[in-house]
């Protein structure tokens, strides 16, 4: 079984700044990809920034300007990520997901879901 654990949620001002957190723990032969998501309320989940097994980043649109391409980051052999958010505004108010593409062994791929912690943009 895998488990991702998000941390680093939390209340900050509008023009803040949050770093979010994510760990993958248990049978774990690799990763792939690794990702951010977020969901407001009444709206769909969307991805906010992701990064390949080879450390490739991406950001998203809504979120592009503001979160640059150093925002994500990873430890292959820690099996983290990380996302650095910068100059927050409140409409990125939302539970934020941390996504994995875990190998739990040779062959085989299945993505998995963190728990979600809370982001609150608001003076």
């Known amino acids: 079984q895998v488990q991702l654990v998000e941390s680093g949620g939390g209340l900050v001002q509008p023009g803040g700044s949050l770093r979010l957190s994510c760990a993958a723990s248990g049978k774990i032969f690799g990763i792939h990809d690794m990702g951010w998501y977020r969901q407001a309320p009444g709206k769909q989940r969307e991805l906010v920034a992701s990064i390949t097994i080879a450390d490739t980043p991406y950001v998203a649109e809504p979120v592009k300007g503001r979160f640059t391409i150093s925002t994500i980051s990873r430890d292959s052999a820690k099996n983290t990520v990380n996302l650095q958010m910068n100059s927050l505004k409140p409409e990125d108010t939302a539970v934020y997901y941390c996504?994995?593409?875990?190998?739990?062994?040779?062959?085989?791929?299945?993505?998995?879901w963190g728990q979600g912690t809370q982001v609150t943009v608001s003076s």
């Open positions: 996504n994995a593409g875990v190998v739990p062994g040779p062959g085989l791929r299945n993505d998995y």
